[in-house]
């Protein structure tokens, strides 16, 4: 069985900062497609950072300058580091992964593995 297990996700005032972690187990995602997505309540998952297996990285334009996605081959990792947070980014958080970026990385229909989701709740 594939799986993803997410961590550190948390409550935080306007202005702190979260590092959240996915470890995938039993497969090997190191040149693969990695994203986190997220998705608040009433609306649909929208991607928030992919990373590729070469290392290119994309960011929504609402997260730009405050987030920072990156992975540690070494410890089979993906992290999401969120500074600067914004009770906007309230939502619950997913990693995400599959053998390849695709056409439109974007979407979620190109992600075969999802991990179990981990809650992000910023106060003003």
């Known amino acids: 069985q594939i799986q993803l297990v997410e961590s550190g996700g948390g409550s935080v005032q306007a202005g702190g900062s979260l590092r959240l972690s996915c470890v995938h187990s039993?497969?090997?995602?190191?040149?693969?497609?990695m994203a986190w997505f997220r998705q608040a309540p009433g609306k649909e998952r929208e991607a928030v950072a992919i990373i590729e297996g070469s290392d290119p990285t994309w960011y929504t334009d609402s997260v730009k300058g405050r987030f920072t996605i990156s992975k540690d081959n070494v410890e089979n990792s993906l992290y999401l580091q969120m500074d600067s947070l914004k009770p906007e980014d309230t939502a619950m958080y997913y990693c995400?992964?599959?053998?390849?970026?695709?056409?439109?990385?974007?979407?979620?229909?190109?992600?075969?593995?999802w991990g179990q989701g981990t809650q992000v709740i910023v106060s003003s």
């Open positions: 039993r497969a090997p995602f190191t040149n693969a497609c």
């Open positions: 995400a992964a599959a053998w390849w970026c695709g056409a439109n990385p974007q979407s979620p229909s190109n992600y075969n593995y």
